[in-house]
């Protein structure tokens, strides 16, 4: 294989802040930072909280809360493997945000996604509980389909926005 498409792949990682390069060439995966933790977390608290708020103002909470179900059987079913789970989590918030229907908004969540699940592979690590999280957010589809708008908020914010940030800050605070 050909070097360019290695340097290729390694230049788009670099701009996209993933992997860091020193000046003798060797490549380490990035940390991730506390202030990484906290804007992420805002960015997604902001951009989550308008789509959710816009799927019920625009009466279309029961078709989400199926589009919804649909990413929650597939973290249900990767409940064992933290990654696999991690990914459909994303995919799950994913179709949250489509809610939107901006395509800028997508992608700028798009370039943030390898982060998000590196983040919540962190959470997990530090004491969130992904079947908990599951069963919440099977009640938060029941919500969803009862027009409860807060209610089911209410789960998306304590099980996504607060104790995931908890968890990810609680490794930064025990330095792992």
Known sequence: MSRSPIRSAVQMLQTEGLVESDYYKSITVKNITRQDIEEIYQLR???ETHAFHSIFTSGRHEEYSYRIEEKVVRMCAAA??????????????????SALENS?????????????????????????????????????IQYMRSADYENSFAILKADHFEIGKD???KGQNSGR
């Open 104 to 140: 800028r908004i997508n992608k700028i969540y798009e370039n943030t996604l390898s982060e998000l699940i590196r983040i919540g592979q962190c959470s997990v690590k530090n004491g969130m509980e992904i079947l908990k999280t599951n069963d919440n957010l099977k009640k938060m």
């Open 45 to 47: 608290e902001l951009l």
């Open 80 to 97: 064992a493997d933290v990654y696999k789970w991690e990914t459909a989590d994303a995919e799950m918030h994913m179709e949250i945000i």
């Open 167 to 169: 968890r990810a800050l």
